[in-house]
């Protein structure tokens, strides 16, 4: 069982940036495949980044070059730099940990577990 606890949003001008991070309980955090989630109201929940292990990390088309996903096994958190923030980066982002990663990054049932979710609001 993983605990997956967000924090890091809030409300943010348009041009600006925020940090989220995601805290994850468990001895065995390195073994899990992350990812970052959001949604929107009236929308359905839609990949944003994801961070295999150490190395590989994938990105949605919309957040590419202004997003970085990162991750500290030391201190079970990942984290989700977003930079240039747009008003349509406003939405609850969740993060999520995959135990058994097939390859399915940026599909939602690839994901065992997931955080209560944070709120991003860009404002103009």
């Known amino acids: 069982q993983v605990q997956l606890v967000e924090s890091g949003g809030g409300l943010v001008q348009a041009g600006g940036s925020l940090r989220l991070s995601c805290a994850a309980s468990?001895?065995?955090?390195?073994?899990?495949?992350m990812g970052w989630f959001r949604q929107a109201p009236g929308t359905e929940r839609q990949f944003v980044a994801a961070?295999?292990?150490?190395?590989?990390?994938y990105y949605a088309n919309s957040v590419k070059g202004r997003f970085t996903i990162s991750r500290d096994n030391a201190k079970n958190t990942v984290y989700l730099q977003m930079n240039s923030l747009k008003l349509e980066d406003t939405a609850v982002y969740y993060c999520a940990a995959a135990r058994y990663y097939s390859g399915r990054y940026s599909s939602s049932d690839e994901y065992d577990y997931w955080g209560q979710g944070t709120q991003v609001t860009v404002s103009s």
């Open positions: 468990g001895r065995t955090f390195s073994a899990y495949a």
């Open positions: 961070i295999v292990w150490s190395a590989s990390t």
